[in-house]
């Protein structure tokens, strides 16, 4: 479940934490081009017809359980990126491979519902398997690339004592592991990690940044040629998108259901 009005504010000291083994940002064929409109669509399968209405879409954000191969064929038969979005920091009750996560990393509810649980992301030699499993899921049915969420779970209440440290040889792993794998992947959210997590990851996917005044980090991305996609729910399109555009950021309006409607700068 994306992000929506959860804050993330705690700031780590991570200078200390040693490199992991991780290769840098991809060079697989497809990449978010800054400038580029996008979609992002969760709670359904976006149609064909309406891939095929769709203007100004360069990209497509689409639930990667959800979404069959041939719809992804549709989008990149229209010239568009195809991205494929699963949570990487919770369990969820009713996805097909949920019985493979032990009861063990399972963790507190996010947002109070018992269906999603933060996962315990220290436990990495177990959980890499599993998001390489889900990775490849994306990769065989012609995703170019993944947007694996909830990836800012030490700035939350998840039930375990994560670290700033943990998160970051977390994410690192998801990164490494989709490159492995022929995939881009994007950072979404954890803004206080942009600065160290940039040089892994191929784009920047944010909620709200306008609205709570932590867009400036982003410019470790823009400053590299790497887009970043931007995503506004209550603040009008008047309000941000001058200063999205003055960015380089490719920024909408989208309702929290993350339907099809898209209002974009």
Known sequence: ???????????????????????PASAAAWTPTPGKGWQWVLSSVPTAKQVAAATGVAAWDVDGFDTPASRVAEIKKRGAGAVCYFSAGSWEDWRPDAKKFPASLRGRALDGW???KWLDIRRRTVLEPLMAERMRMCRDKGFDAVEPDNVDG???????????A??????????????????????KNDVDQVRELEPYFDWALNEECFAHDECDVYDAFRDEGKAVWVVEYDTPVAEFCPAARAAGFDAMRKRL???TYRAAC
Not at 154 to 164: E, H, I, M, S
């Open 1 to 23: 479940m994306h992000r929506a009005a959860r804050l993330a504010t705690v700031l780590a000291a991570v200078l200390v934490l040693p490199l992991l083994a991780c290769s």
């Open 114 to 116: 018992a269906g999603e």
């Open 154 to 164: 030490w700035t939350n209440r998840t039930g375990f004592p994560l670290t700033a």
């Open 166 to 187: 943990d998160q970051l040889a977390y994410n690192r792993m998801l990164a490494d592991t989709a490159h492995r794998l022929g995939l881009k992947i994007a950072l």
């Open 257 to 259: 259901e993350l339907d």
